[in-house]
Each structure stands twice: as structure tokens, then as C-alpha cells.
């Protein structure tokens, strides 16, 4: 089961992936889908085996481990790939993650990260960079300034490749929420990130 946004007809294509906790219908992948999609680019929200388990079940589970994650994700692109298409991975946070990691050793035009998982909470020691730096894909990281799995104090010593693209939003934590003394609001984050994720896909080519 997924959700598809946007015109089914358009030559650019976005497989957007879930975080750890929450599923392809949660409110933040909901507005950032509608945002990105248009005429000009079709959005398709999928859910890995795991989440699927917690929405027939409703109840909670850990994430499958990183190989079931990377397999999910390669069937769901054999089944979405095509000659006329430009398809873009991407997700939030786990989702951006095993985009990332399956384009290591599989072709795709373009990774999009909706805060990425730069490290486990509390551990800055403990970076998950590779599939960043030792990929080849273009990759835009749109992560917030107060992100807790890295934030904009942390990363700006942190030397990224060429391809990669990181942009932070204002204030905004991992779901890019910012506080209310920031002067700016939710909507505008992600209406931002969403512009962002749109001129970078549409900007793409094979």
C-alpha cells in the first residue's frame, strides 16, 4: 500500500520513505508529500515491512534490521522504475538513511534526507556518514539547525563530498519544527523544505 501525490504522468518521480516511528500518514510526511508534488513531479509515500506490521497490528516494534530495509526498497524501485522517469530516493530521517544506503551500490538520480540521522541521540561520537560520503548520487540534506541526531553546531566541522548538498532550516528540530521565539513558524519550515526538495528534483536529470 502506498499514497501517490502529484501527476502520475510527470517525468520526475520521488519515493519517499517514513522515520523510525511513525508511518507514511503521519502529518509531517502528509504536508511535505502535497507540498513537493505537482504537475511536474509525482510524490509516492511507501511504509517498510515493519511499519506495515505495526498498522495491521497496532503495535509497536522496533525498525527491521538495515538488509530488510535496503531489499523493501529495492523491490519497491524495480516496481517504480522506468526508461522516461527521473527517480529520486528519499525520506525522513531512517527513511533518508536507507535511501542513502541503498544508492551505495544501486543507480538513482538523486537522495533527498528530510533531517538525517548524522548520529544517535546523544552520541555525536558515533557518526553514520558513510552512506553520504562514499556514495556518488546528488544529495540534498535539508536537516535543522537544532537537529538532536546532529545540529548545525556539530556538522559545521564535519567536511561533506561535492555531491553532498546540506541546507538547514531555521531552528528546526529533526521533524524541522522550530520554537516559537525563532520568529518564524512550522509552516514555513516546511513549505521551505518543500521548495527546496522540488528545485532540486526538478533540476535532476539521468
Same mark, same amino acid.
Given at each position: 500500500?502506498?499514497?501517490i501525490d502529484?501527476?502520475?504522468?510527470?517525468h520526475?518521480?520521488?519515493?519517499?520513505?517514513?522515520?523510525s516511528?511513525?508511518?507514511?500518514?503521519?502529518?509531517?510526511?502528509e504536508?511535505?508529500?502535497?507540498?513537493i508534488?505537482?504537475k511536474?513531479?509525482?510524490?509516492?509515500?511507501?511504509?517498510?515491512?515493519?511499519?506495515?506490521?505495526?498498522?495491521?497490528?497496532n503495535?509497536?516494534r $522496533?525498525?527491521?534490521?538495515?538488509?530488510?530495509?535496503l531489499?523493501?526498497?529495492?523491490?519497491?524501485?524495480?516496481?517504480?522504475?522506468?526508461?522516461?522517469r527521473?527517480?529520486?530516493?528519499?525520506g525522513?530521517?531512517?527513511?533518508?538513511?536507507?535511501?542513502?544506503?541503498w544508492?551505495?551500490?544501486?543507480p538513482?538520480?538523486?537522495?533527498?534526507?528530510?533531517?538525517?540521522p548524522f548520529?544517535?541521540?546523544?552520541?555525536?561520537?558515533?557518526w553514520r556518514?558513510?552512506p553520504?560520503?562514499?556514495?556518488?548520487?546528488?544529495t540534498?540534506?535539508?536537516?535543522?539547525?537544532?537537529d538532536?541526531?546532529?545540529?548545525?553546531?556539530?556538522?559545521?566541522?564535519?567536511?561533506?563530498?561535492?555531491?553532498?548538498?546540506?541546507?538547514?532550516?531555521?531552528?528546526?528540530?529533526?521533524?524541522?519544527k $522550530?520554537?516559537k521565539?525563532?520568529?518564524?513558524t512550522e509552516?514555513?519550515?516546511?513549505?521551505?523544505?518543500?521548495?527546496?526538495?522540488?528545485?532540486?528534483?526538478?533540476?535532476l536529470? $539521468?
Open positions: 500500500m502506498v499514497r502529484g501527476n502520475r504522468d510527470a520526475h518521480w520521488l519515493l519517499l520513505a517514513h522515520g516511528g511513525a508511518g507514511m500518514d503521519h502529518p509531517f510526511m504536508t511535505m508529500a502535497g507540498a508534488a505537482g511536474d513531479l509525482c510524490v509516492v509515500r511507501y511504509e517498510f515491512p515493519y511499519m506495515q506490521t505495526i498498522r495491521a497490528t503495535k509497536r $522496533p525498525p527491521d534490521r538495515m538488509p530488510r530495509l531489499d523493501a526498497l529495492g523491490d519497491l524501485v524495480e516496481e517504480y522504475r522506468r526508461d522516461d527521473i527517480l529520486v530516493l528519499g525522513k530521517s531512517l527513511g533518508g538513511r536507507v535511501s542513502a544506503t544508492a551505495l551500490d544501486n538513482v538520480a538523486g537522495l533527498i534526507a528530510l533531517g538525517y548520529h544517535p541521540v546523544g552520541k555525536p561520537d558515533q556518514l558513510e553520504l560520503t562514499e556514495g556518488r548520487v546528488p540534498l540534506v535539508l536537516q535543522g539547525e537544532r538532536s541526531f546532529g545540529n548545525r553546531g556539530e556538522l559545521e566541522g564535519i567536511a561533506l563530498p561535492g555531491h553532498v548538498r546540506l541546507q538547514y532550516v531555521t531552528d528546526g528540530d529533526h521533524s524541522l $522550530p520554537r521565539a525563532s520568529g518564524v509552516e514555513q519550515n516546511l513549505q521551505h523544505a518543500a521548495a527546496a526538495c522540488r528545485a532540486f528534483i526538478l533540476g536529470e $539521468p
